[in-house]
Structure formats: structure tokens, C-alpha cells
């Protein structure tokens, strides 16, 4: 959510986050992305992305899923309501701009 300045969300407004975020944005409300598509998405490594989901999770942005598939560890993320609500202002801050209403 922009501040009181009018600035971005400054934990979106970091490209790798915004990237995590654009990808689950994409999804439905209960979809989960797993961390190797996240991973091709963002072009992160995985320390780094893993950094990043930490950030967006302890922030209430998105909900992270740990299980076994294949009974291999899988890791999935999907938006929480605060995570979609705090995109959506990041994204009409950046309309706002351009001049995009």
C-alpha cells in the first residue's frame, strides 16, 4: 500500500518482489504457484527468492505452503487478501503516474 508520501509499497517496489507478486497476481484466489515456477519467473536464485518470499510472507502478502509431491518437498505461495489489496494500490500508484486513472 503507498504511504502517506505517495510513495510505492517499498517491499513491492523491489523488482524481484514485484515479479513474485505480478506472478501470483496472476492466479485465482486459491491457485498456488510452486517456488521452481516462481524461481523461472524471476530469473532469482533460490536463496535469493527464498529471501523474498520470507520478506512478502512476514509482511501478510502472500501464504506459503510446504508438503511433499512425489514425495519430493514442494514449496508453494499464493496472494493472501492483504497481498492482493496491497498490488492492486501499487498498481494504481504507478497508474496514477502515468497518468492512467
Same mark, same amino acid.
Do not use: C, W
Given at each position: 500500500?503507498?504511504?502517506?508520501?505517495?510513495?510505492?509499497?517499498?517491499?513491492?517496489?523491489?523488482?524481484?518482489?514485484?515479479?513474485?507478486?505480478? /506472478?501470483?497476481?496472476?492466479? =485465482?484466489? !486459491?491457485?498456488?504457484?510452486?517456488?521452481?515456477?516462481?524461481?523461472?519467473?524471476?530469473? @532469482?536464485? *533460490?536463496?535469493?527468492?527464498?529471501?523474498?518470499?520470507?520478506?512478502?510472507?512476514?509482511?501478510?502478502?502472500?501464504?506459503? /505452503?510446504?508438503?511433499?509431491? =512425489?514425495? !519430493?518437498?514442494?514449496?508453494?505461495?499464493?496472494?493472501?487478501?492483504?497481498?492482493?489489496? @496491497?498490488? *492492486?494500490?501499487?498498481?494504481?500508484?504507478?497508474?496514477?503516474?502515468?497518468?492512467?486513472?
Amino acid at each position: 500500500m503507498a504511504d502517506d508520501g505517495g510513495q510505492p509499497d517499498p517491499l513491492i517496489h523491489q523488482p524481484v518482489r514485484l515479479k513474485i507478486m505480478s /506472478a501470483l497476481k496472476s492466479l =485465482n484466489e !486459491r491457485e498456488m504457484l510452486e517456488f521452481v515456477k516462481l524461481k523461472q519467473l524471476s530469473g @532469482a536464485t *533460490e536463496g535469493n527468492l527464498g529471501a523474498h518470499i520470507t520478506s512478502l510472507e512476514s509482511a501478510g502478502y502472500i501464504e506459503v /505452503a510446504k508438503d511433499f509431491h =512425489n514425495n !519430493r518437498p514442494r514449496t508453494r505461495a499464493k496472494l493472501t487478501r492483504a497481498g492482493r489489496r @496491497a498490488f *492492486e494500490d501499487y498498481v494504481a500508484y504507478l497508474r496514477s503516474i502515468i497518468g492512467e486513472a
